[in-house]
Structures are given as C-alpha cells and as structure tokens.
C-alpha cells in the first residue's frame, strides 16, 4: 500500500486499464503497455486476473475489451440508487401513517444492510442507522430478502445446519428457516418477532424490480408495545403496499412471474 496516499496502487493500475479500454473500446496488449507505460510482466499478469474475473474480454485475436462482469456490477450499483431514490417519499408515507422508524434495506453478501432510514417522531424509538448490517435469518429485512432465493442458494449462504440465536426467539435452524420463508413468500411479509432484539419487533416486505426479482426489503421497526400482535397485520399490509407501490416505480407489474433463480 502506498503509504503517502493509503492507496493501492495495484487496484489504481487497474482502474487505469479499465478506463483506457472504455475510451477506446478494446485495445491490444502492446498499445496498453505502450500508452500506460506499464511493465510488460505486470501488466500480463494483471489482464490475465482481470480476464479471469470477467472483468476484461480477450478475443482470438489478441484485443481486449470491457467485460459483462462490470455490466452485471454496474447494474447492480445503479439499481441500488434507483431503489433508494424511488423509496425515500414512499418512506415519509409511511412513517406518517405507523409513526415508526421506517427502513430501506438491501441484500450485502450474507447480510443486510439499511440503506436509509427515517426516525419515528415518537420519543421511544429503536435506535439504528444507515449502513447498519443485520442478520438475514433473525431480521425481517434479511428474510424479506431472502424470500425469492431457492433452497441451495439458501444452503450456500448458511452451511452450517445450526444458526446463531440472539434470543429465545431466533430461528435456530436452517430447516425451521425454509419454513418460515415458505411462509413469507405465501403471505407477502416477514416477522422479527424479538429475534435480533428482546422487546424489538419489526415488519417487512420485499420490493421486486422489472423482472420481479426481489432488489430490497421495506420494514417498520419498534417496540413491542408499539407493535402489539393485534396491529402487526395492519402494519404487515401497510408496508405491502409502500413496497409494492415502489415496486411499480421500478416497473415491476404485480402478477407477474419473477424469473425463475
């Protein structure tokens, strides 16, 4: 690392490659080297690592251009944006109707993590924030997330048939989490029902894109005595529609079939 800049100059010769190529759509080995003045031994190994990341494309004659790689990331990036931007009025909604902290929260490797927040008005509220990650099987965020995923990409994401308990009420178990997002997806919301926190309960639903694929999770957050069990369904079908009135920003169409994972 470079100490006067705290940089990586590895990952800057990249981004370097990157751009070059994006100027000029592809180029040849010696037209990079010659042009970035980048060491030839360098410069092989580091398009090969980027060629096997799919990062670059090299084609049978020796010219190198963009991969879909950073098409896939890209989309993904922009997605995220668009899904915060699109939400943010449809928060304010309904943190005015609950009068509780309301959240955007998105899937970040095999967590959770809010990417907004809009405090409750109320001068008990939970205390969280932007940025915070969450588990994804004792969260309803994580699990409203996880509702379109398959048994093995759930298998993927936890190996271990056993599953960290926070509470007595955590699900403890891989099975008993299929279960229960079986569930989810036939209702259309998730439950943390003092699983991440004693006294702290929150509702959630998924928000689909275009494609009807599950991009983030809208919940409301409280405590107990603030989401008793007989509001929880009325909260359940307020989020429902935030989320699916986002949804429909994105250009999802309800009733419409998510492509299959």
Known sequence: MDENTGLIPALIKMDRVLEFIKANRQESFIRIHKELNLPKSSLYSLLKTLV??????LDASG????????????????????????????????????NLTCHLGVLD????????????PSV???????????????SAVGKALLSDHGEAEIDAIFPSPALPTFTRNTVPSV???????????????????????ENIRCVAAPIRDVHGEVVAAVSVVGLKFQIPDERVETLAGQVIEICTNVSKKLGFEPGATALSR
Do not use: C, P
């Open 52 to 57: 096997s990341l799919k990062l670059l494309r």
């Open 63 to 98: 010219m190198y251009s963009l991969g879909l790689r950073l098409y896939e990331l890209g989309n993904v990036a922009i997605s995220h944006l668009d899904v915060k931007r699109e939400s943010l009025s449809e928060l304010y909604q309904l943190r005015q109707v609950t």
């Open 175 to 197: 099975v008993r989490l299929k279960e229960e997002l079986r569930t989810v997806r036939q209702r259309g919301w998730a439950f943390d029902d003092e699983e991440e926190l």
């Open 124 to 138: 008990l509220s939970v205390k969280t924030w932007e940025g915070k990650r969450l588990s994804l099987h004792s």
């Open 109 to 120: 490797g095999n967590e959770a993590i809010y990417l907004a927040k809009l405090e409750s």
